[in-house]
């Protein structure tokens, strides 16, 4: 079983920054892809970032890209995501979660929530104009 824990979340201006991480148990977490996740009220999650296991790749939404950065430390066992340039369309609760598939292909990686197994409580990400 695999729990995962994420912090960092909070209330920012816009422009501002913040960085969440995700702190997991087990010890399979270096195999794992893992991914940020959000869901802002009345609207689905939505992928935000993902990382393979070795880190060597990853997926950003549009929406995110250039001012979100997804990494990993296998030693440690978390992910973070550092957000920069927050904007109020980014307000949400973010969620960590991780894939246990072992992908054949190298660099897949999935970006539909159903395609990920363990997934963590949520953090608030309030991004006030």
């Known amino acids: 079983q695999v729990q995962l824990v994420e912090s960092g979340g909070g209330l920012v201006q816009a422009g501002g920054s913040l960085r969440l991480s995700c702190a997991t148990s087990g010890r399979t977490f270096s195999r794992y892809t893992m991914g940020w996740f959000r869901q802002a009220p009345g609207k689905e999650r939505e992928i935000v970032a993902a990382?393979?296991?070795?880190?060597?790749?990853?997926y950003y939404a549009d929406s995110v890209k250039g001012r979100f950065t997804i990494s990993r430390d296998n030693a440690k066992n978390t992910v973070n995501l550092q957000m920069n340039s927050l904007k109020p369309e980014d307000t949400a609760v973010y969620y960590c979660?991780?894939?246990?598939?072992?992908?054949?292909?190298?660099?897949?990686?999935?970006?539909?929530?159903?395609?990920?197994?363990?997934w963590g409580q949520g953090t608030q990400v309030t991004v006030s104009s």
């Open positions: 979660a991780a894939d246990s598939t072992i992908h054949l292909v190298p660099g897949e990686i999935p970006s539909n929530s159903y395609e990920y197994d363990f």
């Open positions: 990382i393979t296991w070795s880190g060597g790749d990853t």
